[in-house]
């Protein structure tokens, strides 16, 4: 059972550029986590998506930021407009049924680095 | 706002002493702790985790507390081995949101000297 999926490893940007981070969860989970994590700091929650829906975003900055978890595909974190300081590592993790609040499982991640 | 500090933020023991990280949480609703472990270049790792209805909880070498009533919990690693040298997070949930929202300490570097 793989475990939760996240491409690209590294993304490199230029300013107002686009980012686009995906993240394809465990098999048999339905509930999907974006968490941002800068330097020497602790990992902070973004989103909280099921299936085709936006549960929680109250860790998503108002602009430029959006996420989705399709029906069909992986979750997709979406950076617009991307400023140096959206430089960070982004972490996707996945939980299953029924327990949306434990047990999360996380994937290696996409370090972004705006230029 | 929701806060859980972590100390010390940086700790070295010798080979096959025991570790102790601290946290402490605001959020009196917290019930779910779990303690992840970062390696270089991955992705955190759920290494235990423990419910505001039990006090300890134990899993061979890896063991966490937790007082309710103090908001403190802590990690303790026995025996340690060079491979136990990470970074570790310890987390509280923020109920009742119920939403998958972990609030994570600052991180602990733990470096195992051989």
């Known amino acids: 059972n793989a475990g939760v999926m996240q491409n690209p490893r590294h993304l490199v940007r230029r300013r107002g550029q686009e980012a686009r981070l995906r993240c394809s969860p465990m098999k048999g989970h339905s509930h999907v986590y974006w968490y941002r994590q800068l330097p020497e700091e602790g990992l902070k929650f973004m989103v909280y998506?099921?299936?085709?829906?936006?549960?929680?975003e109250s860790g998503m900055p108002k602009e430029r930021f959006s996420a989705e978890f399709p029906k069909e595909g992986p979750s997709i974190l979406r950076i617009q407009q991307v400023v140096r300081g959206d430089s960070a590592a982004y972490f996707c993790?996945?939980?299953?049924?029924?327990?949306?609040?434990?047990?999360?499982?996380f994937g290696s991640g996409t370090q972004l680095s705006v230029l | 706002g929701e806060n859980v500090e972590q100390h010390p933020s940086t700790l070295s023991v010798q080979e096959g002493d025991s570790a102790v990280i601290k946290c402490t949480y605001s959020?009196?609703?917290?019930?779910?702790f779990p303690w992840y472990k970062q390696e270089l270049g991955k992705g955190p790792q759920l290494i235990i985790d423990i419910r505001s209805n039990v006090g300890e909880k134990k899993d061979q070498r890896i063991a966490v507390t937790l007082n309710k009533t103090a908001k403190h919990f802590s990690l303790h690693i026995t025996e340690t081995q060079p491979e136990d040298s990470a970074v570790y997070f310890c987390a509280a949930n923020t109920p009742p949101s119920n939403t998958g929202k972990l609030i994570f300490g600052q991180g602990t570097t733990l470096q195992v000297k051989p």
């Open positions: 998506l099921q299936k085709e829906n936006i549960i929680d």
């Open positions: 959020d009196s609703a917290s019930n779910y």
């Open positions: 993790a996945s939980s299953p049924p029924g327990r949306q609040n434990e047990k999360l499982f």
